[in-house]
């Protein structure tokens, strides 16, 4: 089965989602920063919100479409969203919460269930709790059980997993996998978290502005950003635009010049001086302060370090070396060399490290 | 002290706060839930009580249910005998005169539940009046025992509406209240104490009863 949503909806005078896209079995996720429209789309497609236009579908049961008037209530839809504040109910035991969207089924196949999916969620010891007396990582499995025992259509998870900590979200993500591996409906995970990304889902759609900017496997959409704020997003710092001085398809390489600097990028197709974007992330750039010879990366710059600063962990010198680069050092690399501000160092960028962004 | 009085009086609250329960809950929910623009004209005619002398309104009622009124004449044609000085329109004056004492509580304690416990019961296949039975009222529970006392002791404790539409028969429409007044009308000071007192012993356990409950709430929802 697959899931299919176009939706369009106006949320305020200046901004209108406008997406369309599809989630075929297996995890997929909706990937954008905060306030891209994210959660109304998930809203939109279990029907808690209803789109100004557009069509929802899983497999071939219509759920919306606003050109034939079919509009089915959300208790109608069987499709599970687990919201990112989970919204367990506060009063009722583990096994009640579990229990609560079983009425249509008699007592022997409701237990059945409850007991099988308590089970593969690890969570049969803490049936009798209240959702007060549980961790987060239980409230969330607790969640995930309660919208899974119902054999949803589709599965929608929005951030439920953001809060903890990155083995417990694994290990709750290889259970989903586990449940969904003989069942194969589609899984969509919103997330503005770009490791999650790559962590977890097999497919990817990048919002931006209410519109699907891009979708591919993780690696086709973060690796060739197609647009300069996406690189940012995913983690290019340095995006610069150049022109391209020759391209040779049979070395698989294309120079071009960016700020009086030539630098060798991957093959581009590109014909001599077409404007080239070009990005590399900060991380992937070595910094030397003394000239270094004998290497196979085809990128040698000399430049001189403009400030330093402190980012989560490590530290990102600026370098001026023709542009402006973002180089990302270990504390420890940077106190070894004697990096500072005002101290000439050389860059070095492997080929391979570049990527042509359009 | 007037037993008989009192025991009407106990009668007539148990049955009161019954059909508020009856009325007043849908009633609440509406209030709570409705996204309707003129809600409030709703809500202001329901808190009328709060502010109206109790002899208007007393007044209006012993006009629509009296014998020349089509509601009386209807329900003379129907039970042979009528509704004004009886103990069914007291019942009837009563459910008005304390509605906004349920309704007020049980909206409040509605619309304090949690939306996104209520779209997540949407979710799971619930209908509204399932999630209204299995969420919405035990999340409610204190706010609706809070109106339930609340409208038991104020249909306890009315006397203006009771005399215009009940008058003073009594085992039929002579409540404690009434009782009281007659007893001081008639000097029998002591008769009119004790059941005061009666009263009073009431009013304090009530209002402790309220109280507590509240203040459990507050504490449950301290993290």
């Known amino acids: 089965m697959i899931l299919s949503a176009t939706v369009n909806v106006r949320l305020s005078n200046e901004f209108t989602l406008d997406v369309r896209f599809e989630a075929p079995p297996g995890v997929t996720i909706l990937f954008g920063e905060s306030g891209s429209g994210k959660t109304t789309i998930l809203r939109a497609i279990s029907g808690l919100a209803r789109p100004d236009r557009g069509r929802v579908a899983v497999g071939d049961t219509v759920l919306f479409d606003a050109d034939a008037g ?10 599970a969203y687990v919201a990112q504040h989970l919204a367990l109910f506060p009063h009722l035991t583990v096994v009640d919460n579990i229990e609560y969207g079983l009425t249509q089924l008699g007592r022997a196949e409701r237990d059945r269930r409850v007991t099988a999916i308590l089970e593969s969620f690890r969570i049969a010891p803490l049936r009798h709790r209240k959702p007060a007396q549980l961790s987060g990582g239980e409230k969330q499995r607790v969640a995930l059980a309660r919208a899974l025992v119902t054999d949803p259509r589709a599965l929608l998870l929005d951030e439920p997993l ?197 | 002290m007037d037993v008989q009085a009192l025991l009407l009086s106990v009668r007539l609250a148990a049955v009161v706060c019954l059909a508020l329960l009856i009325i007043g809950l849908p009633l609440a929910y509406w209030v709570a839930f409705s996204r309707w623009r003129w809600k409030f004209l709703v809500e202001s005619v329901v808190a009328l009580p709060l502010v109206l002398p109790p002899t208007v ?41 304390s509605l906004p004492f349920a309704v007020q509580p049980f909206a409040s304690a509605f619309s304090q539940v949690d939306r996104g416990l209520l779209e997540a019961s949407s979710i799971l296949g619930a209908s509204r009046l399932r999630t209204f039975r299995r969420i919405v009222m035990p999340l409610s ?42 007893d001081v009308q008639a000097l029998n000071y002591a008769r009119a104490n004790a059941t005061a007192l009666v009263l009073v012993l009431f009013a304090v356990s009530v209002l402790a009863i309220v109280y507590g409950l509240n203040r459990r709430a507050w504490v449950a929802v301290r993290p």
Request: charge should be neutral; aromatic fraction near 6%.
């Open chain 1, 162 to 358: 953001s809060a903890l900590d990155h083995a417990t979200q694994t290990r709750i993500m290889d259970d989903l996998r586990a449940w969904n591996r003989e069942r194969r409906r589609p899984v969509l995970y919103v997330t503005h978290s770009h490791r999650e990304v790559f962590a977890l889902g097999e497919r990817v759609v990048v919002l931006e502005n209410g519109r699907v900017q891009m979708q591919g496997t993780p690696h086709e959409v973060l690796d060739s950003p197609a647009h300069h704020r996406l690189a940012t997003v995913a983690g290019f710092e340095n995006v610069f635009d150049g022109t391209v001085i020759t391209s040779r398809a049979d070395l698989g390489t294309t120079m071009c010049r960016i700020d009086g600097v030539e630098v060798e990028v991957p093959y581009s197709g590109s014909v001599e001086g077409a404007p080239i974007k070009v990005a590399v992330r900060a991380g992937d750039i070595l910094l030397a302060t003394q000239e270094p010879c004998g290497l196979s990366a085809r990128n040698l710059l000399s430049g001189c370090v403009q400030s330093l600063r402190r980012e989560a962990g490590s530290v990102v010198a600026r370098v001026s070396a023709g542009p402006g680069f973002d180089v990302r050092l270990t504390p420890g690399a940077c106190e070894s060399l004697g990096v500072e501000r005002g101290r000439d160092v050389w860059l070095v960028i492997k080929t391979y490290s570049w990527r042509v962004v359009a």
């Open chain 2, 57 to 97: 309104l007393g007044f209006y009622v012993l006009m629509a249910i009296g014998a020349r009124s089509p509601i009386g004449q209807a329900w003379s044609a129907a039970f042979g005998q009528g509704l004004a000085f009886s103990f069914e329109g007291l019942v009837i004056a009563s459910i008005l005169y």
């Open chain 1, 70 to 79: 079919i509009d089915v209530p959300v208790e109608g839809r069987n499709i």
């Open chain 2, 141 to 182: 529970r204190n706010g609706i025992i809070t109106g339930v006392v609340l409208s038991f002791a104020h249909t306890i404790g009315e006397f203006g509406v009771v005399i215009m539409v009940g008058g003073n028969l009594p085992g039929v429409t002579r409540t404690v209240s009434v009782a009281i007044y007659d």
